[in-house]
């Protein structure tokens, strides 16, 4: 049974993985195609962009108790900083679904919301997410050079050669994998808050690969960090 709940879960998330790279590339491809002056096909992009980002939401909806159960269980995990990180990655993930789960009743007229308040809310709760999981990769990279320190030592050289480094991170490209990923989703939120300035076409594109590499953990497990 579990193992089913286990595959349903992959499949949803996949399906989610696949709309968010289309969703994003109608972004990229109407702030290019708005640079070109192409009115109609900008208006389809965006139409679709916005169909998109609704069909998501809905398929997230209830997600946020997921989140929360994912949460609880991180809060057993023996490594302090993981545990920390993880959990409120866990938490603050779960509180952007909720503000999420609003936008899309309040999108679909079920009920009144005021979606420029529940829209930033959820933007702060994804940005404390992604600040903590990226916490994690960044305790990950150290601890990787650690063990290497430790090793250069026993074989008697003092230090870690830079040009060591590149391969060092190519033996654990689930730890670089995860970091580019919240690296380009880090300026998502960081744009829609206001905090920098990035074009609609360049928050396309940190999107788009996001997704891609989401979509690729799928397809090759082994490339996930764990837990996450």
Request: with cysteine; hydrophobic share 40%.
């Amino acid at each position: 049974m579990r193992k089913i709940i286990t595959a349903k879960v992959k499949r949803n998330y996949g399906r989610d993985r696949l709309i968010r790279l289309l969703q994003y590339g109608c972004r990229a491809s109407s702030y290019y195609a708005e640079n070109t002056h192409c009115t109609k096909q900008v208006e389809i992009l965006k139409s679709l962009e916005f169909t998109f980002s609704s069909f998501r939401r809905l398929l997230r909806f209830g997600r946020c108790l997921d989140s929360l159960y994912q949460a609880l269980e991180m809060t057993k995990y023996s490594e302090l900083v993981v545990r920390i990180t993880l959990t409120m990655a866990k938490l603050t993930n779960a509180m952007y679904l909720l503000a999420d789960h609003l936008i899309w009743i309040g999108r679909m007229g079920i009920m009144q919301v005021n979606l420029t308040k529940w829209n930033r809310a959820a933007n702060r709760y994804w940005l404390v997410s992604i600040i903590m999981n990226l916490a994690r990769d960044t305790y990950e990279i150290v601890k990787i050079f650690e063990q290497e320190r430790v090793c250069s030592r026993m074989q008697s050289c003092n230090t870690l050669k830079w040009n060591y480094i590149p391969f060092c991170l190519k033996l654990h490209k689930t730890v670089v994998l995860d970091t580019i990923k919240n690296g380009c989703d880090l300026f998502i939120p960081l744009t829609a808050l206001g905090h920098v300035k990035c074009t609609s076409g360049t928050v396309g594109i940190f999107g788009i690969i996001s997704s891609l590499i989401g979509l690729y953990t799928i397809i090759d497990p082994y490339s996930k960090i764990c837990p996450s």
